[in-house]
């Protein structure tokens, strides 16, 4: 069987995902919701993993299958209990929670050379990155894409939770920063939990790094899933913050 044309657009996301993702770290992997966002997918059904199915992934996952080629698919999770779809395991005539397999599959595909099957390349790399001449800085921000910060930008659709922007990429992919309130590390020793994370634009992420601004709950955009703790809140307004 031929792979569509939906299929091969989730296909060149799993790509270019995977390049990151490490074989038995779920953590590592991607959302469905992501999925979604990064392809400017519209939710068609109640639940995000069964509104993909329909716009590529049940066509790439039964072509890998079909065409005898790794399970890309697996490194699609639900970020509740980070595992796939259960029709994954059952797609190649495994037994679910068959996790030996799965990372097997995940290796199998970081080897795989999917460019002949790809419409499109996704790049998450700045342009900048490989520039000549240029000079480093160190800044005191930490960007990390942990299954947490996926999750709150997940939530708040990747969108600023101060201004509400939020920023296209090539392709139909989206970005956005997840800033820790009360920072993490020595002094300060934040907790690196959902309720001390806020979604942000880079130049609202820079204004909470070098305490330009106070933030003030109300002024806040709050989103079922993702609560912001007030003692945090207070923290950065009483140690970040400089006026």
């Known amino acids: 069987m031929d792979l569509d044309a939906q299929g091969k657009k989730l296909l060149s ?6 390049k990151t993702a490490v074989p038995g770290r779920p953590e ?14 519209p939710q068609i ?7 993909l199915k329909p716009q590529g992934l049940s066509s790439l ?12 698919t697996g490194i ?13 395991f059952n797609l190649f005539g495994k037994d679910d929670g068959d996790y030996a397999w799965w990372a097997e599959q995940i290796k199998n595909s970081k080897e795989h050379d999917w460019s002949p099957y790809l419409i499109e390349e996704f790049d998450l790399t700045p342009s900048d990155f490989e520039a000549p001449d240029r000079n480093d800085i160190v800044t005191s921000r930490i960007i990390r894409d942990t299954a947490l910060s996926l999750k709150v930008k997940a939530i708040n659709s990747y969108e600023c939770q101060l201004c509400g922007t939020s920023l296209g ?32 634009c880079p130049n609202h992420h820079a204004e909470l790094d070098y305490g330009a601004i106070k933030l ?7 989103n079922e899933g993702h609560e912001i703790s007030d003692e945090f809140l207070r923290y950065h307004n009483e140690f970040i913050y400089k006026p």
Request: overall charge positive; aromatic content about 8%; proline content about 7%.
């Open 13 to 18: 996301l799993l790509v270019a995902k995977i």
């Open 28 to 41: 590592t992997y991607i959302g469905y919701k992501e999925c979604h966002d990064l392809l400017g997918l």
């Open 45 to 51: 059904r109640e639940k995000w993993g069964e509104s």
């Open 61 to 72: 996952a039964d072509w890998t299958e079909s065409n005898n080629k790794p399970g890309i």
């Open 76 to 88: 699609i999770i639900n970020l509740s209990t980070f595992e796939p779809g259960k029709g994954y």
């Open 169 to 200: 990429m090539p392709a139909g992919k989206k970005y956005a920063e997840v800033h820790h309130i009360k920072p993490l590390g020595k002094p300060h020793n934040g907790p690196d939990t959902e309720n001390n994370m806020i979604c942000l």
């Open 216 to 222: 003030a709950k109300e002024k806040i955009t709050i």
